[in-house]
């Protein structure tokens, strides 16, 4: 089968075959080309011939001399920017230092395995594998893989009030019938982005926090984006006490309410 060469190919690297069958069918069913690796050496192969737009890539590969940490830190070696996130049993509390030294040899984003996967791999019938309490919820792996990935997205008008160009990261607001310039951080604008691009779909705070940010996502940061989310609603919304772009989603995290007007 002919793949769309604009696809985003994700480059999923796991030594445990359960993960692999469950993983796949998801991310294809998200719309990306899937390919996958067993084994951290097999992985530095496949993105020099596949030339993944992302890594996705566990920490606990089953060769100790060439473990995620060890395949991200060759991926920066060889010079490649690809986008990388761990997915790892190890939980972000309790294994702040594997993060840490996640981040120090390149990573782009980091999350722990949890409830979602374990539903879908019980659902498949497939045996448990080792993560049995905390798996990564799949949706918000895709919605990070989106956040991360800075796809061509055209300039999109939502409710005849609100403008985002996606490639140019400019956004206007309608006043009194007039376009004007909204001038959002970065961090405030991947938000936007990542609700935005998730249009209709709750996001969970934790993952508005990588977007935002990456490693700022790993201690005491409800409130900062809390702090984030109060600014843009003040900056995008007609009235900030009753938003209609930027939504909470209770004991979830946030949603975008606009709806699509036009894209150019």
């Known amino acids: 089968m002919n793949r769309n060469p604009t ?3 994700i480059l999923h690297v796991d030594d445990n075959p359960n993960v692999i069958s469950f993983v796949g069918p998801e991310l294809r069913a998200a719309g990306f080309n899937y390919v996958s690796a067993g084994s951290g050496a097999e992985a530095l192969a496949r993105i020099e011939s596949e030339r993944p737009d992302m890594v996705v890539l566990d ?7 060439l473990g995620g940490l060890d395949v991200c830190k060759k991926i920066r070696e060889a010079g490649h920017k690809v986008p990388v996130i761990f997915l790892t049993v190890k939980d972000r509390t309790d294994e702040s230092g594997t993060m840490r030294q996640a981040f120090s040899v390149g990573a782009t984003d ?5 409830e979602e996967l374990r539903r879908i791999e019980q659902s498949m019938g497939l045996i448990p594998t080792e993560f049995l309490e905390r798996k990564s919820d799949i949706d918000e792996l895709i919605t990070r893989i989106k956040a991360h990935l800075h796809e061509k997205l055209p300039t999109t008008e939502y409710d005849d009030r609100l403008q985002i160009d996606f490639e140019t990261e400019r956004v206007q607001v309608r006043m009194n019938g007039d376009w004007k310039d909204v001038k959002l951080s970065a961090a405030q604008f991947r ?8 249009e209709g779909k709750g996001v969970t705070k934790t ?3 990588a977007a935002a940010g990456g490693a700022q996502a790993d ?4 409130r900062a984006l809390q702090s984030l989310i109060y600014r843009l609603r003040e900056l995008i919304e007609p009235d900030p006490r009753n938003p209609t772009f930027v939504i909470t989603y209770h004991r979830f995290g946030y ?10």
Request: glycine content about 8%; overall charge positive; hydrophobic content about 40%.
């Open 7 to 9: 696809t985003p190919k």
């Open 59 to 65: 920490v606990m590969l089953g060769d100790p001399a």
């Open 110 to 114: 980091y999350i722990s395995k949890r």
């Open 191 to 198: 938000i936007l982005r990542t609700l935005a691009i998730n």
């Open 207 to 209: 993952a508005l926090l």
């Open 219 to 222: 201690a005491d940061t409800d």
């Open 255 to 264: 949603r975008f309410g606009g709806t699509r007007t036009s894209d150019s």
